[in-house]
Nanobody, 115 residues
Framework: QVQFVESGGGLVQPGGSLRLSCVAS????????MSWYRRPPGKERELVAE????????PYADSVKGRFTISRDNAKSTVYLQMNSLKPEDMAVYYC????????WGQGTQVTVSS
């Protein structure tokens, strides 16, 4: 059974940093590209970053370029999202999923950016 468990969110001041983690199970993690998404309050879920099975990243969403970095550890079936220089508009629930996208979503992890 496919499962995604996100963690690492929290309350941070503008300009701060967080590192999100997502542990995946139920499929052969190392064979799949992975993605981070986010759902801001009152908005649709949007793609933030992607990383191939071997670690190559595709262009990030314009809104996070130069501030967010996606990485993965295939031995731990974990994908990470390092978020620096956080802004209030980054506030959202963050989710991970595989590509092709699976119909299962984790509970997400809440990121709140506020002074």
């Amino acid at each position: 059974q496919v499962q995604f468990v996100e963690s690492g969110g929290g309350l941070v001041q503008p300009g701060g940093s967080l590192r999100l983690s997502c542990v995946a199970s139920g499929f052969t993690f190392s064979r799949y590209a992975m993605s981070w998404y986010r759902r801001p309050p009152g908005k649709e879920r949007e793609l933030v970053a992607e990383i191939s099975s071997s670690g190559f990243t595709t262009p990030y969403a314009d809104s996070v370029k130069g501030r967010f970095t996606i990485s993965r550890d295939n031995a731990k079936s974990t994908v990470y999202l390092q978020m620096n220089s956080l802004k209030p508009e980054d506030m959202a629930v963050y989710y991970c999923n595989a590509r092709p996208q699976r119909p299962v979503w984790g509970q997400g992890t809440q990121v709140t950016v506020s002074s």
